[in-house]
Nanobody
């Protein structure tokens, strides 16, 4: 029902910045809480950031706090992840995801199972 397409990934040097975008189809984007996850080779997909429907509440993986900022523009059906002070360990495929119910359901915000729709991912590679 909802298609998510990530973009903005690529190569960056350690200490550099990169901005990821996730464009959503449909006209109900503002009804969804949105999250960013990442998955490095051989590792589990992990939570990175989440933003509420109206953008008023955000959560972050501890290791990215102060470096990454999640934001959204509901008029453009787009969620962003601004990444600064990049580290080699940030290298991963980054996925955006949509949660239809938000706090109305019983899932944890950091749990992949809470999210209903996923993008195809965009590669972020940070070289040191």
């Amino acid at each position: 029902q909802v298609q998510l397409v990530e973009s903005g990934g690529g190569l960056a040097q350690a200490g550099g910045s990169l901005r990821l975008s996730c464009a959503a189809s449909g006209r109900t984007f503002s009804s969804y809480s949105m999250g960013w996850f990442r998955q490095a080779p051989g590792k589990e997909r992990e939570f990175v950031a989440r933003i509420s429907r109206r953008g008023g509440t955000s959560y972050y993986l501890e290791s990215v706090k102060g470096r990454f900022t999640i934001s959204r523009d509901n008029a453009k059906n787009t969620v962003y992840l601004q990444m600064s002070s990049l580290k080699a360990e940030d290298t991963a495929v980054y996925y955006c995801a949509a949660d239809r119910l938000g706090i109305s359901d019983s899932g944890a915000y950091y749990d992949t199972s809470k999210y209903d729709y996923w993008g195809q991912g965009t590669q972020v590679t940070v070289s040191s």
